[in-house]
């Protein structure tokens, strides 16, 4: 993300402020920026004395603020980062501060998964004096073309069934992405292009037998590839659990509405729409032509059903298994 980028390179031009909120959906890019005030704002022996770590849940404002409002130790400046803010009790009990930080004081704070709200005191007395970092999540579309710019800065490249392949198995969480992608370029040996055969070996999957390669089957109506999967599924039941295939269904069918409901006329259109990847394109246009609106709601239905009964509701065992196998035969006859 470029914003994240921007931070980290005016921190190293030396324009750093007194307090930095990082905030939002995607965890990736807060714990960059945090990394760079962990590791380079402070030289070692300045850490000592003036970098401090707290955890959200273990304090309170009152004790925080004290320690924001003294001054650093045989330095210019003292760093204390607040992880886990979303979970501080009494993290309104801040705004003081906010109101008037301290200069030599860099204060920053991780945010996950929520957002303070523009609104509120708190956020306008931040954008103020310091810097409003806001993380979110890539859409699933967008996914793909990040992997591709982060391969390409390691002097690598990486096929686009490898990327569906990741994609499909640690959806749109960056930092999974990362650590599978830097384990694979630390070990990358002949070839520059990462294949499908390594991206298998690294995250444990088949990539003739996997969710993805079932979901592409549904969408053709292909019988025999599709039972031929779920027989490797039984053999292999870590390879295909159900809360991820019933997850898996639903995101496929669920666009598969959206493409009758909105009936998009080109592959530009149809990546907009679905907001995937394009190379997903040739395979949700099948799927539109093998399934009408009417079967794609009653696929809907019917996987929404088997989600429930593995979970234990309706059903008198629990046999993934056999669950699966049912759930692919009225999809494909309905």
Known sequence: MKEAQKIIESLRKGDVRPVYLLQGDEPYYIDQITDYFET????????????HLFYGQDLDATSLIERLRSFPMMGQRQVIILKEAQQ?????????YFENPVASTVFVINYKGKKIAKNTKIYKHIAKHGVVFNSQRLYE??????IGQYVAEKGLEISPKATALLLEYLGTDLSKIINSLEKLTINKEGTSVISEEE??????ISKDYNVFELGNALLSRDVARAFRIIRYFKANPKAGPMPVITASFYMLYSKLLLWHRYRPSGSSDIVKLLKISPYYTNDYKRGASNYNES????AIEIIAAYDLKSKGVDVAENN???LLQELTYKILNV
């Open 199 to 204: 991206i298998e070996a690294q995250v444990g």
């Open 295 to 298: 079967q794609v709601r009653k």
């Open 88 to 96: 501080m009790r009494t993290f309104k009990g801040l705004e003081p």
């Open 40 to 51: 380079q704002l402070l030289d070692e022996s300045e850490k000592s004395f003036n970098f």
């Open 141 to 146: 579309n967008q996914v793909p073309g990040w």
């Open 320 to 322: 993934d298994g056999a």
